[in-house]
């Protein structure tokens, strides 16, 4: 059974970066693509990113597009979520997610696998 354990949340100030780590265990890692969803207090899970099967190719939410990158260590079964400029409403716990899907999707019912969640707070 896999499992996906987020880290790297925390307090941050606005125009700051941070850097997410998903780490996978279990089976084949590079044959899933990994998203990235976030959740705030009050709102619908949102998506942020995804990668296709060995990061060949991303896709981005319109809220974090140009900000925030995907990328992924296949051999130690990682895949980082890269979040710069820092905004307010960034705020959020930030889920990572696995598919069988090759290509990355948008929709989090392509998802079968999550992790527990990191809350991401930024301050103006």
């Known amino acids: 059974q896999v499992q996906l354990v987020e880290s790297g949340g925390g307090l941050v100030q606005a125009g700051d970066s941070l850097r997410l780590a998903c780490a996978a265990s279990g089976r084949t890692f590079s044959r899933y693509s990994m998203g990235w969803f976030r959740q705030a207090p009050g709102k619908e899970r949102e998506f942020v990113g995804a990668?296709?099967?060995?990061?060949?190719?991303?896709s981005y939410g319109d809220s974090v597009k140009g900000r925030f990158t995907i990328f992924r260590d296949d051999a130690k079964n990682t895949v980082y979520l890269q979040m710069n400029s820092l905004k307010p409403e960034d705020t959020a716990v930030y889920y990572c997610?696995?598919?069988?899907?090759?290509?990355?999707?948008?929709?989090?019912?392509?998802?079968?696998?999550w992790g527990q969640g990191t809350q991401v707070t930024v301050s103006s």
């Open positions: 997610a696995g598919s069988e899907y090759r290509e990355p999707r948008q929709n989090e019912f392509f998802y079968h696998l």
């Open positions: 990668d296709s099967w060995s990061g060949g190719s991303t």
